[in-house]
């Protein structure tokens, strides 16, 4: 049973433009949401997160919406860089619990 | 060094052996978590300390596998009678406190593969 979800396994954008992640969650007692990155050969590394009384979390040039009755959060990057193509996954907490749910992951190759 | 530290990076073992992977965590950091990776996924949680204490360990996925903090500080996760699907990436970390907004801090992980 996968409680969170990124359906798409890749993306590709043109450098400058904007990179337009999603992930979707089944469990509605998650209330705290967190984006990780990941490089090859390293582990996932804190991007942003995002508390389920706020529907928006901005932090450079990255931003968080949450639409909490959808069950599905985002993650915008404006402007793309090469440096931002990685994996990315979602992630989700209940209860202030740290235990943390993983989504599967979505991998974003920025062309220059 | 300032991140979470973890060995082997590598490790190869022979089904049905032991094996023992550590974990240094952030100095300072009360809670400490354990993964599972395996290839296309995302991680997976296995345990979970606060100090030395293990709070949940929902995620082990069987009684082959043990993890232990004694002190507060160093982890290490043991794999008993090794089979091929334990192959994976294990990865640990850590984070200051317990409670929400406290984000966790990943090692790089050690690659386990089970011949």
């Known amino acids: 049973d996968q409680q969170v979800k990124q359906n798409s396994p890749s993306l590709s954008v043109q450098e400058g433009r904007i990179s337009i992640l999603n992930c979707d969650y089944t469990n509605s007692m998650f209330d705290y949401f967190l984006w990780y990155k990941k490089y090859p050969a390293e582990g996932p590394t804190f991007l942003i997160s995002i508390s389920s009384i706020k529907d928006k979390n901005e932090d450079g040039r990255f931003t968080v919406f949450l639409n909490k009755s959808a069950k599905h959060l985002s993650l915008h990057i404006v402007p793309s860089q090469p440096g931002d193509s990685a994996v990315y996954f979602c992630?989700?907490?209940?209860?202030?619990?740290?235990?943390?749910?993983f989504g599967t992951g979505t991998k974003l190759q920025v062309i220059p | 060094g300032a991140g979470v530290s973890q060995s082997p990076r590598y490790k190869v073992a022979k089904r049905g052996q032991d094996v023992a992977l550590r974990c240094d965590p952030i100095?300072?950091?009360?809670?400490l978590f354990w993964y599972q990776q395996a290839l296309g996924q995302g991680p997976e949680f296995l345990t979970y300390?606060?100090?030395?204490?293990?709070?949940?360990k929902s995620g082990l996925p069987s009684d082959r596998f043990f993890a232990e903090r004694p002190e507060g500080s160093v982890s290490t996760l043991k794999i008993q009678r090794t089979q091929q699907e334990d192959s994976a990436v294990y990865l640990c970390?850590?984070?200051?406190?317990?409670?929400?907004?406290?984000?966790?801090?990943f090692g790089d992980g050690t690659r386990l593969s089970i011949l």
């Open positions: 300390f606060q100090n030395e204490a293990q709070l949940d």
């Open positions: 992630a989700a907490s209940e209860g202030g619990y740290q235990k943390v749910t």
């Open positions: 970390a850590s984070s200051l406190q317990t409670g929400v907004g406290q984000p966790q801090h």
């Open positions: 100095s300072g950091h009360v809670s």
